[in-house]
C-alpha cells in the first residue's frame, strides 16, 4: 500500500515537470535541452535558500525566478543571437552545471533538519503529504495553463508554435512568444526541481542528468494512453500519464531490476511508448488487409 501511495505522490509531483516541457516540446515545437540545467538549477537555488533560513514558499518562488532567467537566456541565444534550437539549450544547460555548483557550495546539499513545504504535513500517514502537495501544485498549474491558453495571448502563443510564419503576417511577434514560453516552461521546470529536492529530502547537481527522458515519457505515455483529447485534457492526461510511468517503474524494479538502472529503463520506456502507435497503425493496416483480401475471396 505504501508502495501505490508513493507511486502516485511521486507521479503528481513529476507531472509538474512533463506539464511544463509540454509547453515547450509539444505546443512550441521547441526540443529545450535547457530542462536538464533547469531543473536541479531549481532544486539548488530552494535548497540553498532554505539552508540559510528562507522560507520554503519563498525559496521555491526563487526557484522559480531563476529557471525563468535560464529559460530567457535560451530564447535569447535562438531569437537574437540565431543559434541553433539545441545548441542553444545545450550552452545553458551547461552553464548550468557551474552555477548550481556555485550555488550548493558543494555538489550535494541536505535538508535533515529543515524546514520544507512538506513540514507541516508531517502528522500525515507515510507518503500522503507527497500525494496532498502534488495533488494541489499540479491543480494549481494546470488551472494556469488553462486559463492562459484559453486567452490571447495564449491563443497567438499556440499559433507561433503551429505556424510561425503566419503568426508573423497577422503581427504576432514570435519571438516575444518564444522567450515567454521558454521563461514560464523553465520556471515550471526550476519549481519541479525545488519541490522534488525538498521532498527527496537533498540536492545534487547531477540530478538534472536524464530528466527530460522523464518528462518526455509522461507526454508520450499520456497521448499513448489516452488518445485524441482537447487541449484541456491533455494537460490532465499529462500528470496520468506521469503517474502510469511511476507505477511501470515500480512494477519493473519489483521483478527484481536495480535502481541504478532507471535512467536505462526510462528510456527504453519512452521508446517503446514511441513506436507503439506505429505498431497499433501497422496491425490496423494488416487487418484492413487482410479484411479485404477475404471480400474479395
Request: glycine share 10%.
Amino acid at each position: 500500500m505504501n508502495m501505490i501511495v508513493s507511486a502516485i505522490g511521486q507521479g503528481l509531483l513529476w507531472g509538474i515537470l512533463g506539464i511544463a516541457l509540454f509547453l515547450t516540446f509539444r505546443i512550441l515545437n521547441f526540443p529545450d535541452m535547457t530542462v536538464e540545467g533547469t531543473f536541479p538549477l531549481g532544486a539548488a537555488t530552494a535548497v540553498s535558500l532554505i539552508t540559510r533560513g528562507v522560507s520554503p514558499i519563498l525559496a521555491t518562488l526563487a526557484a522559480f525566478i531563476a529557471g525563468a532567467l535560464a529559460g530567457g537566456i535560451t530564447g535569447l541565444l535562438y531569437t537574437k543571437g540565431k543559434i541553433p534550437i539545441l545548441l542553444s539549450g545545450i550552452l545553458v544547460m551547461t552553464a548550468c552545471l557551474s552555477v548550481n555548483l556555485r550555488i550548493l557550495g558543494s555538489s550535494n546539499v541536505s535538508l535533515i533538519g529543515k524546514r520544507t513545504i512538506f513540514s507541516p504535513f508531517a502528522g500525515l500517514p507515510e507518503y500522503f503529504d507527497a500525494v496532498f502537495i502534488g495533488l494541489t501544485m499540479v491543480f494549481i498549474v494546470t488551472l494556469i495553463m488553462i486559463y492562459f491558453l484559453q486567452s490571447n495571448l495564449g491563443q497567438a502563443f499556440i499559433v507561433t508554435g503551429d505556424n510561425p510564419i503566419m503568426a508573423q503576417s497577422i503581427g504576432i511577434r514570435t519571438d516575444q512568444m518564444t522567450n515567454m514560453g521558454l521563461m514560464f516552461s523553465n520556471g515550471l521546470i526550476a519549481i519541479a526541481g525545488a519541490v522534488i529536492a525538498q521532498n527527496n529530502g537533498y540536492a545534487d547537481i547531477n540530478m538534472g542528468i536524464g530528466i527530460i527522458v522523464i518528462a518526455l515519457a509522461s507526454i508520450i505515455i499520456g497521448e499513448v494512453v489516452f488518445g485524441e483529447l482537447t487541449m484541456n485534457q491533455r494537460l490532465i492526461a499529462i500528470t496520468l500519464g506521469s503517474i502510469i510511468y511511476r507505477f511501470v517503474l515500480l512494477i519493473v524494479l519489483q521483478l527484481g531490476f536495480s535502481t541504478n538502472d532507471l535512467n536505462l529503463l526510462s528510456a527504453i520506456i519512452l521508446a517503446f511508448c514511441l513506436m507503439l502507435p506505429r505498431f497499433s497503425q501497422a496491425l490496423h493496416l494488416d487487418r484492413v488487409m487482410k479484411k479485404g483480401l477475404f471480400v474479395n475471396d
